[in-house]
C-alpha cells in the first residue's frame, strides 16, 4: 500500500514547481513519437510581440503547424516587446500595442496549444524581465499559470524521454552581445562546455543556427574510450530587418523562423531542420 502512494504521488508531482515563487529544478516529460517514430520539439522565441517590425504572420502559421501536426513547443522567451519608459531604444514610442495588450495577445496564440499539452514550458526573456525590475512582477510566470504550462525561468534542465529513450536539454534565453553569426553560435558552444547535455539550446541572439560537438572519454564502467555528441541550437527570432535597430546599427540580416529537433525512439539520435 505504501509502494502504491509513493507511485501515485511521483505520478502526479513529477516534475512540477512544489515550492511557489521557484522555478523548476529539472521539467520532466514524455513525449509521443509520431508515425516516423520520432518526437518533434519546436523552438519559439525572441517574437518581439508588438515591435512594428515582429512577423506575427510566420509566428501564428509556425504555432499552427505544431498544432496540426501534434509538434511540441519551447517558448524561449521575449514573446512581448515590453517597451517601457526607461527601456532602452524608443519601443515604448513605437510599439503597436502597449504591455498588457502584447501579454493578451500571446495568451491567445498560445491556448490551443496549451490545451492540447503540446508547450514543454516558458522561459523569461530580457524584455519580459523589464517588467519584473520594475515592478517585481514576473510577467512570463503569470502566462505560464494562466495558460496551465510549466514556467522555465531564465535557464533549465529538461528531461524528454521517447519510448525507452531519454534526451537531457539545457535551454536559456541567453545573455550574448554577439553580432555576427558565428560569434552568435559560439555563446552557446561556450555554454555547452559549462552544461554536459545532450543539446543545449540559447535565445536572445535572434541566430538561427546549429551545431554538432563530438567528444571523445573514457568511460570507466565500459573500460574503453568512447564518443558523444552535444547538439547545440541558436533559437531564432521573428523580428525582420528593415525598419528595425538591427537596421539601424548595420548588424547582419538574419533568418527569421525556429529551429525544429527531432529526438527518436529507436536509438538515442537528434536531427536537426533549420
Known amino acids: 500500500m505504501k509502494k502504491k502512494k509513493i507511485d501515485e504521488f511521483k505520478e502526479k508531482n513529477e516534475g512540477k514547481d512544489r515550492i511557489i ?16 517514430g520520432c518526437a518533434e520539439l519546436i523552438f519559439v522565441g525572441d517574437v518581439h510581440l508588438g515591435y512594428p517590425t515582429s512577423n506575427i504572420e510566420k509566428v501564428q502559421a509556425m ?39 502584447q501579454m493578451e495577445r500571446v495568451l491567445e496564440m498560445l491556448e490551443p496549444l496549451a490545451k492540447k499539452k503540446l508547450i514543454l514550458g516558458m522561459h523569461e526573456g530580457n ?26 525561468g531564465y535557464s533549465c534542465w529538461s528531461l524528454f524521454t521517447v519510448d525507452h529513450i531519454r534526451y537531457s536539454l539545457y535551454s536559456t534565453h541567453g545573455t550574448s552581445g554577439s553580432i555576427m553569426e558565428h560569434t552568435k553560435l559560439n555563446s ?41 555528441k552535444q547538439y547545440v541550437v541558436l533559437t531564432g527570432s521573428y523580428l525582420e530587418w528593415d525598419d528595425s535597430y538591427a537596421q539601424m546599427k548595420n548588424y547582419p540580416i538574419s533568418k527569421v523562423g525556429s529551429p525544429k529537433i527531432k529526438l527518436f525512439s529507436d536509438k538515442k539520435d537528434v536531427h536537426f531542420s533549420i
Open 188 to 228: 552557446v558552444v561556450k555554454l555547452g562546455k559549462i552544461v554536459s547535455a545532450d543539446v543545449v539550446a540559447y535565445g536572445h541572439t535572434h541566430g538561427l543556427a546549429s551545431d554538432v560537438i563530438t567528444r571523445q572519454y573514457y568511460d570507466g564502467t565500459k573500460n574503453k574510450v568512447v564518443e558523444d
Open 127 to 152: 524584455h519580459e524581465m523589464r517588467i519584473s525590475k520594475l515592478t517585481g512582477i514576473d510577467i512570463t510566470k503569470v502566462m505560464a499559470r494562466m495558460l496551465d504550462v510549466r514556467y522555465l
Open 63 to 101: 504555432l499552427s503547424y505544431a498544432l496540426k501536426t501534434g509538434t511540441y513547443v519551447i517558448c524561449m522567451g521575449d514573446w512581448i516587446e515590453a517597451g517601457l519608459k526607461d527601456s532602452i531604444g524608443d519601443s515604448v514610442y513605437r510599439q503597436k500595442l502597449n504591455p498588457q495588450e
Open 21 to 36: 515563487g521557484r522555478p523548476i529544478r529539472l521539467n520532466r516529460h514524455r513525449l509521443e513519437p509520431n508515425r516516423e
